[in-house]
Protein backbone atom coordinates (compact mmCIF):
# COMPACT_ATOMS: atom_id res chain seq x y z
CA UNK A 1 0.00 0.00 0.00
CA UNK A 2 1.64 3.36 -0.66
CA UNK A 3 1.66 6.45 1.65
CA UNK A 4 -0.97 8.15 -0.52
CA UNK A 5 -3.24 5.06 -0.15
CA UNK A 6 -2.07 4.83 3.70
CA UNK A 7 -3.58 8.53 4.01
CA UNK A 8 -6.40 8.39 2.03
CA UNK A 9 -7.62 5.26 4.35
CA UNK A 10 -6.36 7.38 7.73
CA UNK A 11 -8.40 10.30 6.66
CA UNK A 12 -11.64 8.05 5.27
CA UNK A 13 -11.14 6.43 8.95
CA UNK A 14 -11.40 9.92 10.97
CA UNK A 15 -13.74 10.88 8.90
CA UNK A 16 -15.62 8.12 8.96
CA UNK A 17 -15.00 7.76 13.09
CA UNK A 18 -16.48 11.74 13.27
CA UNK A 19 -19.78 10.39 11.72
CA UNK A 20 -20.33 7.55 14.32
CA UNK A 21 -19.62 9.52 17.08
CA UNK A 22 -22.08 12.38 15.78
CA UNK A 23 -24.62 9.73 14.59
CA UNK A 24 -24.13 7.61 17.82
CA UNK A 25 -24.12 11.01 20.23
CA UNK A 26 -27.80 11.92 18.26
CA UNK A 27 -29.38 8.22 18.42
CA UNK A 28 -28.63 7.95 22.23
CA UNK A 29 -30.28 11.20 22.61
CA UNK A 30 -32.75 10.21 20.18
CA UNK A 31 -33.44 7.26 22.16
CA UNK A 32 -33.46 8.86 25.37
CA UNK A 33 -36.30 11.01 24.35
CA UNK A 34 -38.23 8.06 23.07
CA UNK A 35 -37.59 5.64 25.91
CA UNK A 36 -39.19 8.98 27.99
CA UNK A 37 -42.21 8.78 25.45
CA UNK A 38 -42.76 5.12 26.28
CA UNK A 39 -42.43 6.11 29.59
CA UNK A 40 -44.88 8.77 29.53
CA UNK A 41 -47.19 6.61 27.79
CA UNK A 42 -46.95 3.42 29.87
CA UNK A 43 -47.19 5.47 32.98
CA UNK A 44 -50.16 7.56 32.13
CA UNK A 45 -52.34 5.03 30.30
CA UNK A 46 -52.30 1.95 32.01
CA UNK A 47 -50.97 -1.67 30.82
CA UNK A 48 -54.44 -2.42 28.50
CA UNK A 49 -53.99 1.18 26.48
CA UNK A 50 -50.24 1.13 26.27
CA UNK A 51 -51.13 -2.46 24.74
CA UNK A 52 -53.15 -0.51 22.37
CA UNK A 53 -50.29 2.35 21.29
CA UNK A 54 -47.83 -0.59 21.32
CA UNK A 55 -50.14 -2.81 18.74
CA UNK A 56 -50.53 0.39 16.55
CA UNK A 57 -46.76 1.12 16.40
CA UNK A 58 -45.71 -2.53 15.79
CA UNK A 59 -48.95 -2.44 12.98
CA UNK A 60 -47.37 0.84 11.35
CA UNK A 61 -43.42 0.09 11.07
CA UNK A 62 -44.98 -3.31 9.62
CA UNK A 63 -46.81 -0.69 7.01
CA UNK A 64 -44.16 1.55 6.80
CA UNK A 65 -42.57 -0.92 4.75
CA UNK A 66 -44.91 -0.91 2.14
CA UNK A 67 -44.04 2.82 1.65
CA UNK A 68 -40.39 2.53 1.92
CA UNK A 69 -39.60 -0.22 0.03
CA UNK A 70 -36.13 -0.25 1.76
CA UNK A 71 -35.50 1.96 -1.23
CA UNK A 72 -32.80 4.32 1.03
CA UNK A 73 -29.53 2.07 1.20
CA UNK A 74 -30.37 2.26 -3.13
CA UNK A 75 -30.37 6.19 -2.98
CA UNK A 76 -26.78 6.28 -0.57
CA UNK A 77 -25.75 3.60 -3.24
CA UNK A 78 -26.64 6.09 -6.34
CA UNK A 79 -25.55 8.93 -4.58
CA UNK A 80 -22.91 8.11 -3.23
CA UNK A 81 -21.00 6.47 -6.19
CA UNK A 82 -22.80 9.08 -8.68
CA UNK A 83 -23.11 12.36 -7.05
CA UNK A 84 -25.07 13.99 -10.32
CA UNK A 85 -27.68 11.39 -9.56
CA UNK A 86 -28.58 12.22 -5.59
CA UNK A 87 -31.07 15.09 -5.92
CA UNK A 88 -33.08 13.43 -8.65
CA UNK A 89 -33.03 10.40 -6.56
CA UNK A 90 -33.84 12.28 -3.23
CA UNK A 91 -36.79 13.59 -5.12
CA UNK A 92 -37.82 10.47 -6.93
CA UNK A 93 -37.82 8.81 -3.44
CA UNK A 94 -39.45 11.24 -1.95
CA UNK A 95 -42.38 11.53 -4.29
CA UNK A 96 -42.71 7.81 -4.64
CA UNK A 97 -43.09 7.93 -1.07
CA UNK A 98 -45.74 9.86 -0.54
CA UNK A 99 -47.76 8.45 -3.38
CA UNK A 100 -47.43 5.13 -1.36
CA UNK A 101 -48.31 6.49 1.83
CA UNK A 102 -51.56 7.93 1.25
CA UNK A 103 -52.62 4.48 -1.04
CA UNK A 104 -51.59 2.49 2.41
CA UNK A 105 -53.95 4.54 4.56
CA UNK A 106 -57.08 4.76 3.24
CA UNK A 107 -58.03 0.95 3.78
CA UNK A 108 -56.01 1.25 6.66
CA UNK A 109 -58.47 3.45 7.89
CA UNK A 110 -61.35 1.27 6.71
CA UNK A 111 -59.59 -1.90 8.05
CA UNK A 112 -59.38 -0.88 11.52
CA UNK A 113 -62.50 1.03 11.96
CA UNK A 114 -64.43 -2.14 10.87
CA UNK A 115 -62.93 -3.93 13.37
CA UNK A 116 -62.16 -2.35 16.62
CA UNK A 117 -63.62 0.14 18.87
CA UNK A 118 -63.71 3.63 17.53
CA UNK A 119 -60.99 5.38 20.12
CA UNK A 120 -58.68 2.22 19.62
CA UNK A 121 -58.82 2.18 16.04
CA UNK A 122 -58.36 5.84 15.95
CA UNK A 123 -54.83 5.48 18.42
CA UNK A 124 -53.51 2.25 15.49
CA UNK A 125 -54.50 4.47 12.79
CA UNK A 126 -53.09 7.96 13.80
CA UNK A 127 -49.74 5.91 14.73
CA UNK A 128 -49.63 4.03 11.34
CA UNK A 129 -49.87 7.75 9.72
CA UNK A 130 -46.88 8.43 11.98
CA UNK A 131 -44.44 5.73 10.90
CA UNK A 132 -45.80 6.19 7.14
CA UNK A 133 -44.79 9.84 7.36
CA UNK A 134 -41.30 8.81 9.44
CA UNK A 135 -40.45 7.49 6.04
CA UNK A 136 -39.91 10.72 4.44
CA UNK A 137 -37.44 11.72 7.29
CA UNK A 138 -35.33 8.50 6.10
CA UNK A 139 -35.55 9.62 2.65
CA UNK A 140 -33.98 12.78 3.65
CA UNK A 141 -31.26 11.58 6.33
CA UNK A 142 -30.15 8.96 3.16
CA UNK A 143 -29.38 11.89 0.94
CA UNK A 144 -27.34 13.68 4.09
CA UNK A 145 -25.62 9.95 4.01
CA UNK A 146 -24.92 10.05 0.68
CA UNK A 147 -23.01 12.96 0.87
CA UNK A 148 -21.27 11.83 4.05
CA UNK A 149 -22.76 14.28 6.21
CA UNK A 150 -24.27 12.63 8.24
CA UNK A 151 -23.93 15.07 11.17
CA UNK A 152 -26.59 17.58 9.66
CA UNK A 153 -29.24 14.86 10.29
CA UNK A 154 -28.14 14.06 13.56
CA UNK A 155 -29.25 17.11 14.97
CA UNK A 156 -32.52 16.89 13.31
CA UNK A 157 -33.30 13.49 14.57
CA UNK A 158 -32.75 14.85 18.05
CA UNK A 159 -35.26 17.66 17.40
CA UNK A 160 -37.36 15.27 15.43
CA UNK A 161 -37.23 12.86 18.91
CA UNK A 162 -37.96 15.43 21.58
CA UNK A 163 -40.58 17.47 19.71
CA UNK A 164 -42.48 13.57 19.58
CA UNK A 165 -41.90 13.83 23.72
CA UNK A 166 -43.21 17.26 24.16
CA UNK A 167 -46.57 16.66 21.85
CA UNK A 168 -47.43 13.02 23.39
CA UNK A 169 -46.36 14.36 27.02
CA UNK A 170 -49.01 17.79 26.22
CA UNK A 171 -51.82 15.68 25.07
CA UNK A 172 -50.99 13.28 27.68
CA UNK A 173 -51.76 16.09 29.96
CA UNK A 174 -54.33 17.64 28.60
CA UNK A 175 -56.32 14.27 28.08
CA UNK A 176 -54.86 10.69 29.20
CA UNK A 177 -56.56 8.54 26.66
CA UNK A 178 -54.68 6.17 23.70
CA UNK A 179 -56.27 8.49 20.47
CA UNK A 180 -54.63 11.64 21.90
CA UNK A 181 -51.62 9.73 23.14
CA UNK A 182 -51.14 9.38 19.33
CA UNK A 183 -52.36 12.51 17.99
CA UNK A 184 -49.24 14.19 19.64
CA UNK A 185 -46.75 11.42 18.31
CA UNK A 186 -48.28 12.62 14.92
CA UNK A 187 -48.08 15.97 15.57
CA UNK A 188 -44.23 15.47 16.54
CA UNK A 189 -43.47 13.00 13.74
CA UNK A 190 -44.56 15.90 11.34
CA UNK A 191 -42.44 18.62 13.12
CA UNK A 192 -39.31 15.91 12.92
CA UNK A 193 -40.08 15.47 8.74
CA UNK A 194 -39.78 19.35 7.93
CA UNK A 195 -36.40 19.24 10.51
CA UNK A 196 -34.99 16.57 8.24
CA UNK A 197 -35.42 17.73 5.00
CA UNK A 198 -34.22 21.17 5.78
CA UNK A 199 -31.07 19.15 7.09
CA UNK A 200 -30.60 17.62 3.80
CA UNK A 201 -31.28 21.07 1.98
CA UNK A 202 -28.29 22.65 4.22
CA UNK A 203 -26.37 19.30 3.55
CA UNK A 204 -26.38 20.01 -0.22
CA UNK A 205 -29.19 17.81 -1.64
CA UNK A 206 -31.90 19.03 -3.20
CA UNK A 207 -35.31 18.01 -3.84
CA UNK A 208 -35.87 17.56 -7.24
CA UNK A 209 -38.55 15.93 -8.40
CA UNK A 210 -39.57 17.48 -11.68
CA UNK A 211 -37.31 15.27 -14.59
CA UNK A 212 -36.70 12.40 -12.14
CA UNK A 213 -38.17 9.71 -13.86
CA UNK A 214 -35.50 8.01 -15.14
CA UNK A 215 -33.72 8.39 -11.52
CA UNK A 216 -37.28 7.11 -10.17
CA UNK A 217 -36.57 3.83 -12.11
CA UNK A 218 -33.18 3.34 -11.00
CA UNK A 219 -34.34 3.44 -7.53
CA UNK A 220 -36.93 1.23 -8.23
CA UNK A 221 -34.78 -0.93 -9.54
CA UNK A 222 -33.55 -2.51 -6.48
CA UNK A 223 -37.14 -2.82 -5.34
CA UNK A 224 -37.94 -6.34 -5.87
CA UNK A 225 -34.42 -7.22 -3.41
CA UNK A 226 -35.13 -4.25 -0.76
CA UNK A 227 -38.84 -4.01 -1.09
CA UNK A 228 -39.46 -7.49 0.13
CA UNK A 229 -36.10 -7.92 1.92
CA UNK A 230 -37.72 -5.08 4.33
CA UNK A 231 -40.80 -6.43 4.58
CA UNK A 232 -39.61 -9.69 5.68
CA UNK A 233 -37.12 -8.35 7.94
CA UNK A 234 -39.52 -5.79 10.05
CA UNK A 235 -41.95 -8.79 10.39
CA UNK A 236 -38.95 -10.93 11.70
CA UNK A 237 -38.63 -7.79 14.30
CA UNK A 238 -42.19 -6.83 14.28
CA UNK A 239 -45.11 -9.68 13.69
CA UNK A 240 -44.65 -11.52 17.62
CA UNK A 241 -45.81 -8.26 18.66
CA UNK A 242 -49.14 -8.36 16.29
CA UNK A 243 -49.50 -11.94 16.45
CA UNK A 244 -49.83 -11.37 20.36
CA UNK A 245 -52.16 -8.75 20.19
CA UNK A 246 -54.20 -11.02 17.92
CA UNK A 247 -54.34 -14.35 19.97
CA UNK A 248 -53.52 -13.01 23.62
CA UNK A 249 -55.17 -9.44 23.80
CA UNK A 250 -53.89 -5.64 24.43
CA UNK A 251 -52.51 -6.71 28.06
CA UNK A 252 -50.11 -9.69 26.46
CA UNK A 253 -48.72 -6.99 23.83
CA UNK A 254 -48.46 -4.09 26.97
CA UNK A 255 -46.17 -6.54 28.95
CA UNK A 256 -44.42 -8.02 26.23
CA UNK A 257 -43.93 -4.15 24.53
CA UNK A 258 -42.31 -3.14 27.60
CA UNK A 259 -39.53 -5.61 27.84
CA UNK A 260 -39.48 -5.81 24.30
CA UNK A 261 -38.38 -1.83 24.56
CA UNK A 262 -35.11 -3.03 25.85
CA UNK A 263 -33.98 -4.36 22.51
CA UNK A 264 -35.48 -1.40 20.81
CA UNK A 265 -33.72 0.89 23.10
CA UNK A 266 -30.31 -0.96 21.59
CA UNK A 267 -30.62 -1.70 18.34
CA UNK A 268 -30.28 2.04 17.61
CA UNK A 269 -26.08 1.20 17.21
CA UNK A 270 -26.89 -1.11 14.14
CA UNK A 271 -28.36 1.69 12.50
CA UNK A 272 -25.70 4.42 13.52
CA UNK A 273 -23.15 1.86 11.93
CA UNK A 274 -24.67 1.25 8.95
CA UNK A 275 -25.26 5.10 8.35
CA UNK A 276 -21.50 5.70 8.66
CA UNK A 277 -19.81 2.75 7.11
CA UNK A 278 -22.43 2.39 4.07
CA UNK A 279 -21.58 5.38 2.24
CA UNK A 280 -17.97 4.09 2.85
CA UNK A 281 -18.23 1.00 1.40
CA UNK A 282 -20.50 1.74 -1.70
CA UNK A 283 -18.34 4.36 -2.85
CA UNK A 284 -15.48 1.23 -3.39
CA UNK A 285 -17.15 -1.86 -4.05
CA UNK A 286 -14.84 -3.53 -5.99
CA UNK A 287 -12.00 -3.33 -3.42
CA UNK A 288 -12.47 -6.07 -1.41
CA UNK A 289 -10.09 -5.43 1.34
CA UNK A 290 -11.49 -2.08 1.27
CA UNK A 291 -15.04 -3.92 1.89
CA UNK A 292 -13.79 -6.65 4.44
CA UNK A 293 -11.57 -3.96 6.53
CA UNK A 294 -15.41 -2.12 7.48
CA UNK A 295 -17.26 -5.15 7.67
CA UNK A 296 -14.40 -6.68 10.30
CA UNK A 297 -14.66 -2.87 12.23
CA UNK A 298 -18.38 -2.95 12.54
CA UNK A 299 -18.62 -6.64 13.83
CA UNK A 300 -16.30 -5.71 16.50
CA UNK A 301 -18.23 -2.93 18.01
CA UNK A 302 -21.51 -5.09 17.27
CA UNK A 303 -20.27 -7.38 19.76
CA UNK A 304 -18.72 -5.59 22.32
CA UNK A 305 -22.08 -3.70 22.60
CA UNK A 306 -24.44 -5.98 22.23
CA UNK A 307 -23.13 -9.39 23.83
CA UNK A 308 -22.33 -7.25 27.33
CA UNK A 309 -25.73 -5.63 26.86
CA UNK A 310 -27.43 -9.32 26.32
CA UNK A 311 -25.29 -10.66 29.24
CA UNK A 312 -27.09 -7.90 31.50
CA UNK A 313 -30.61 -8.19 30.54
CA UNK A 314 -30.63 -11.70 31.01
CA UNK A 315 -29.35 -11.38 34.47
CA UNK A 316 -31.22 -8.44 35.68
CA UNK A 317 -33.74 -7.02 32.68
CA UNK A 318 -36.80 -7.73 34.64
CA UNK A 319 -35.01 -5.04 37.45
CA UNK A 320 -35.18 -2.65 34.35
CA UNK A 321 -38.70 -3.34 33.51
CA UNK A 322 -39.35 -2.78 36.95
CA UNK A 323 -37.24 -0.08 37.48
CA UNK A 324 -38.78 1.47 34.36
CA UNK A 325 -42.35 0.70 33.81
CA UNK A 326 -43.74 -0.92 36.73
CA UNK A 327 -44.12 -3.73 38.24
CA UNK A 328 -47.27 -4.25 36.54
CA UNK A 329 -45.46 -4.95 33.03
CA UNK A 330 -43.05 -7.61 34.53
CA UNK A 331 -43.51 -10.37 32.99
CA UNK A 332 -40.62 -13.37 33.78
CA UNK A 333 -39.14 -15.04 31.45
CA UNK A 334 -39.50 -12.22 28.35
CA UNK A 335 -35.61 -11.19 29.01
CA UNK A 336 -34.32 -14.28 29.45
CA UNK A 337 -35.73 -15.56 26.32
CA UNK A 338 -34.55 -12.19 23.90
CA UNK A 339 -31.05 -11.98 25.58
CA UNK A 340 -29.55 -13.16 22.72
CA UNK A 341 -31.42 -11.32 20.50
CA UNK A 342 -29.98 -7.96 20.31
CA UNK A 343 -26.41 -9.66 19.39
CA UNK A 344 -28.03 -11.77 16.55
CA UNK A 345 -29.65 -8.63 15.35
CA UNK A 346 -26.41 -6.74 15.34
CA UNK A 347 -25.05 -9.98 13.41
CA UNK A 348 -28.08 -10.21 10.85
CA UNK A 349 -28.22 -6.84 10.30
CA UNK A 350 -24.19 -5.97 9.44
CA UNK A 351 -24.56 -8.34 6.84
CA UNK A 352 -27.60 -7.40 5.19
CA UNK A 353 -26.37 -3.65 4.98
CA UNK A 354 -23.16 -4.71 3.70
CA UNK A 355 -24.28 -6.76 0.85
CA UNK A 356 -26.66 -4.31 -0.29
CA UNK A 357 -23.95 -2.00 -0.16
CA UNK A 358 -22.35 -3.59 -2.46
CA UNK A 359 -25.38 -4.33 -5.08
CA UNK A 360 -29.02 -5.64 -4.46
CA UNK A 361 -27.99 -9.44 -3.46
CA UNK A 362 -31.13 -11.31 -3.39
CA UNK A 363 -29.59 -13.75 -0.65
CA UNK A 364 -30.46 -10.65 1.78
CA UNK A 365 -34.46 -11.64 0.47
CA UNK A 366 -33.66 -15.27 1.12
CA UNK A 367 -32.30 -14.61 4.34
CA UNK A 368 -35.68 -12.45 5.50
CA UNK A 369 -38.27 -15.00 3.72
CA UNK A 370 -36.75 -17.83 5.46
CA UNK A 371 -36.54 -15.85 8.87
CA UNK A 372 -40.33 -14.28 9.07
CA UNK A 373 -41.42 -18.03 7.93
CA UNK A 374 -39.50 -19.67 10.98
CA UNK A 375 -40.69 -16.75 13.26
CA UNK A 376 -44.60 -16.64 12.03
CA UNK A 377 -44.49 -20.88 12.37
CA UNK A 378 -42.89 -20.83 15.86
CA UNK A 379 -45.25 -18.10 17.30
CA UNK A 380 -48.30 -19.83 15.82
CA UNK A 381 -47.43 -23.36 17.20
CA UNK A 382 -45.42 -21.98 20.51
CA UNK A 383 -47.65 -18.87 21.93
CA UNK A 384 -50.51 -20.58 22.42
CA UNK A 385 -48.62 -23.15 24.85
CA UNK A 386 -46.33 -20.65 26.12
CA UNK A 387 -47.54 -17.21 25.91
CA UNK A 388 -45.15 -14.25 25.37
CA UNK A 389 -41.99 -15.91 26.46
CA UNK A 390 -42.34 -17.96 23.47
CA UNK A 391 -42.67 -15.00 21.19
CA UNK A 392 -39.11 -14.07 22.46
CA UNK A 393 -37.43 -17.23 22.11
CA UNK A 394 -38.84 -17.33 18.64
CA UNK A 395 -37.73 -13.79 17.71
CA UNK A 396 -34.21 -15.11 18.69
CA UNK A 397 -34.31 -18.06 16.49
CA UNK A 398 -35.02 -15.93 13.43
CA UNK A 399 -32.56 -13.71 13.87
CA UNK A 400 -30.64 -16.46 14.55
CA UNK A 401 -31.26 -17.90 10.83
CA UNK A 402 -30.71 -14.67 9.24
CA UNK A 403 -27.47 -14.12 10.81
CA UNK A 404 -25.94 -17.50 9.85
CA UNK A 405 -27.52 -17.26 5.78
CA UNK A 406 -26.34 -13.66 5.78
CA UNK A 407 -23.02 -14.25 7.29
CA UNK A 408 -21.85 -16.97 4.98
CA UNK A 409 -22.82 -15.18 1.84
CA UNK A 410 -20.84 -11.95 3.05
CA UNK A 411 -17.95 -14.54 3.85
CA UNK A 412 -17.66 -15.88 0.23
CA UNK A 413 -17.41 -12.65 -1.38
CA UNK A 414 -14.75 -10.54 1.13
CA UNK A 415 -13.49 -14.03 3.01
CA UNK A 416 -13.69 -13.83 7.14
CA UNK A 417 -14.36 -11.09 8.62
CA UNK A 418 -14.35 -12.58 11.82
CA UNK A 419 -11.15 -11.16 14.54
CA UNK A 420 -11.46 -14.24 16.46
CA UNK A 421 -8.66 -12.77 19.30
CA UNK A 422 -10.45 -9.62 19.51
CA UNK A 423 -13.90 -10.81 19.69
CA UNK A 424 -12.33 -13.28 22.50
CA UNK A 425 -11.32 -10.68 24.58
CA UNK A 426 -15.36 -9.28 24.25
CA UNK A 427 -16.28 -12.54 25.44
CA UNK A 428 -14.19 -12.68 28.50
CA UNK A 429 -14.93 -8.86 29.23
CA UNK A 430 -18.43 -9.55 28.88
CA UNK A 431 -18.41 -12.66 31.27
CA UNK A 432 -16.48 -10.22 33.87
CA UNK A 433 -18.93 -7.64 33.68
CA UNK A 434 -22.01 -9.88 34.03
CA UNK A 435 -20.25 -11.20 36.89
CA UNK A 436 -19.96 -7.56 38.63
CA UNK A 437 -23.78 -6.98 38.00
CA UNK A 438 -24.98 -10.27 39.23
CA UNK A 439 -22.81 -9.89 42.61
CA UNK A 440 -23.88 -6.06 43.09
CA UNK A 441 -27.76 -5.74 44.20
CA UNK A 442 -28.67 -2.30 43.58
CA UNK A 443 -29.21 -1.87 39.98
CA UNK A 444 -28.03 1.83 39.36
CA UNK A 445 -25.00 0.54 41.33
CA UNK A 446 -24.74 -2.87 39.59
CA UNK A 447 -25.07 -1.48 36.06
CA UNK A 448 -21.63 0.99 36.72
CA UNK A 449 -19.91 -1.66 38.12
CA UNK A 450 -20.71 -3.83 35.03
CA UNK A 451 -19.62 -0.84 32.55
CA UNK A 452 -16.44 -0.22 34.49
CA UNK A 453 -15.75 -3.94 34.60
CA UNK A 454 -15.98 -4.49 30.74
CA UNK A 455 -14.21 -1.38 30.04
CA UNK A 456 -11.21 -2.53 32.03
CA UNK A 457 -11.11 -6.50 31.54
CA UNK A 458 -11.85 -6.00 27.51
CA UNK A 459 -8.37 -3.49 27.72
CA UNK A 460 -6.63 -6.20 29.81
CA UNK A 461 -8.45 -9.52 27.55
CA UNK A 462 -6.88 -7.71 24.38
CA UNK A 463 -3.37 -7.24 25.28
CA UNK A 464 -3.72 -10.83 26.30
CA UNK A 465 -5.25 -12.55 23.36
CA UNK A 466 -4.03 -10.17 20.77
CA UNK A 467 -0.30 -8.12 21.32
CA UNK A 468 -0.33 -7.95 17.80
CA UNK A 469 -2.96 -4.95 17.96
CA UNK A 470 -2.58 -4.20 21.73
CA UNK A 471 -5.73 -2.21 23.76
CA UNK A 472 -8.82 -1.29 22.47
CA UNK A 473 -8.47 1.53 20.13
CA UNK A 474 -6.11 0.01 17.74
CA UNK A 475 -8.58 -3.20 17.51
CA UNK A 476 -11.11 -0.68 16.22
CA UNK A 477 -8.90 0.76 13.59
CA UNK A 478 -7.01 -2.38 12.39
CA UNK A 479 -6.58 -2.39 9.06
CA UNK A 480 -6.28 1.02 8.36
CA UNK A 481 -2.28 0.15 7.59
CA UNK A 482 -3.01 -2.83 5.42
CA UNK A 483 -3.30 -5.43 8.07
CA UNK A 484 -6.73 -6.72 8.44
CA UNK A 485 -6.70 -10.20 9.87
CA UNK A 486 -9.52 -12.70 9.76
Known sequence: MTGIGTADQGDTLRRTGAAVVSLAASELL??????????????????????VLTFGLSI????????SLGLDSRVVQLGSARPELLDRCYGALAAIRLALSVAVLVPTAAILFATMDRGSAAAVWLLVASCLAD??????RSACGALQRQHLASVMLVVHRFATLAFTAGALLLSPSAAHAALG????TCVGVVAMHVAAHRAGARLVVRGSRRAAGMVMAAAPVTAVESMASMAVFRIDTAMIGVMLGSFAVGEYGAGYRLLE???FVSWTLSRAYVPVIASRPGDLEHVRTWAQRALLVVCAVYLPYGVVTALRGDDLVRLLFGADY??????????????????MHLGATVLLALRPNPVVLVASLSAVALNIGLNLFLIPRWGITAAAVSTCL??????????????????SIVPVPALGAVVVASLAAGAAVQAVEPLGLALSAGVLVFLLAWEGAT???DPRHAGVRSQLTAGSGGDVRG
Open 463 to 465: RLL
Open 135 to 140: TLSDAA
Open 185 to 188: YLAG
Open 265 to 267: SIV
Open 398 to 415: AFLLQSVVLMRALTRITG
Open 330 to 347: VHHGVQLGLAAAPLLFGV
Open 60 to 67: GLLLAVLS
Open 30 to 51: GKVATLLTILVMARLLGVADFG
